[in-house]
């Protein structure tokens, strides 16, 4: 590796495993050496790296969809930076890319697991968010999971959150009839009506249930976008009509809990309404990566889609920027700038 460039990096490591709410003493800045470029691998000096829920149940010590991440380790997850060095023939110095190494400012990947970033499109930023695996899970879940229709009436819980914002601007440009969301605070509300939503309640106004009732009137709703769970969810199990659908993407309200969740007690009714319920990963919808592209990027293009960032800077910073997303601080994607 020349002089040049960098032979240490720093990175998050998980220290030891939360119990319910993480704090900071579960991660330690640590600076570790870089293993020299073999064949087929690139350097990445990462300009960005994401925190997201899903990272929260990657934390414990259970058998799940993802391995758990390791004591003493780098954690990871999705990054965009630039090519500082090459042993790759696919990738040349000066190329930007999306790689799950992040959680540290440079990253030694394979070649062939990292994702082209195409120039001039967006910032870098938007591929871990509105044109990454963020854009994919909302537009995969509401048109091929959920199956909407051009006129439903369409529930997004956690509607200021990176995916949620997402997943009602696609509803309204695919022709919904109404579109609902649910947030933690007034400033995120009026947001979301800023965003296209035709209603939107902070949850902390009140009962789920009749918040929702009252935003969506006696015709109901006819697809949910369930990114929190609980309450959310036996709330839009009522408010649901008959052959409704559920997207079931997250359950945030539930991941710091150290107790089972009580709600949905409903769940009978989708009995007799013949429900859709239907979990998904995005890691399952791939296949739907190509169309997103193109969609995703007329509409950002034409403001059909716009979207949020809370920034954090410094890699420092990145485990209460995480802590701080598990409790809702952020509005749209939460980013940690490395560079």
């Known amino acids: 590796m020349s002089a040049a460039l960098p032979n240490r990096t720093r990175e998050i490591q998980l220290a030891s495993r939360p119990q319910g709410r993480p704090v900071e003493e579960n991660f330690r800045l640590a600076e570790t050496d870089l293993p020299e470029l073999q064949d087929g691998q690139i350097l990445v000096r990462n300009e960005f790296m994401s925190v997201d829920p899903y990272m929260r149940g990657r934390m414990n010590d259970a058998k799940s969809y993802s391995a758990p991440f390791r004591l003493d380790e780098a954690l990871d997850g999705g990054a965009v930076g630039e090519v500082i060095a090459s042993r790759s023939e696919a990738h040349k110095v000066g190329d930007v890319v999306v790689h799950q190494l992040g959680w ?3 990253s030694v990947v394979d070649g062939t697991r990292v994702t082209p970033v195409p120039a001039g499109l967006a910032p870098t930023s938007a591929f871990l968010g509105a044109l990454g695996m963020t854009g994919l899970t909302a537009y995969a879940g509401l048109l091929k ?12 819980s956690g509607a200021a959150g990176a995916v949620g914002s997402i997943v009602g601007q696609i509803a309204k440009a695919m022709g919904a009839s109404k ?4 947030a933690g605070s007034s400033e995120k509300v009026a947001r979301l009506l800023e965003l296209g939503f035709d209603a939107a309640f902070d949850y902390h106004d009140g009962p789920v249930v009749a918040q929702l009732r009252e935003a969506a009137g006696e015709r109901g709703i006819d697809v949910y976008f369930d990114n ?7 709330a839009a199990l009522a ?6 659908s559920v997207a079931m993407c997250g359950a945030i309200s539930q991941y710091n809990s150290e107790a089972p969740a009580a709600a949905p007690r409903n769940l009978a009714v989708a009995i007799g309404k013949q429900l859709t319920l239907r979990g998904f990963l995005v890691s ?7 169309e997103f592209a ?4 007329g509409w950002l293009a034409d403001g059909t889609v716009r979207y949020d960032e809370t920034i954090v800077d410094g890699l420092e910073n990145a485990p209460q920027a995480f802590i701080d997303l598990l409790d ?6 939460m980013l940690v700038r490395l560079h």
């Open 145 to 156: 999971v959920a199956e909407f229709k051009t006129g439903d009436v369409v529930f997004v």
């Open 294 to 297: 193109g969609k995703m990027a």
């Open 328 to 333: 809702g601080a952020n509005t749209g994607k």
């Open 228 to 234: 929190v769970g609980g309450e959310h969810l036996e």
């Open 179 to 182: 579109v609902i969301g649910s």
């Open 239 to 244: 408010v649901l009509t008959v052959g409704g």
């Open 104 to 106: 540290r400012e440079f």
């Open 284 to 290: 399952g919808q791939r296949q739907h990566a190509a």
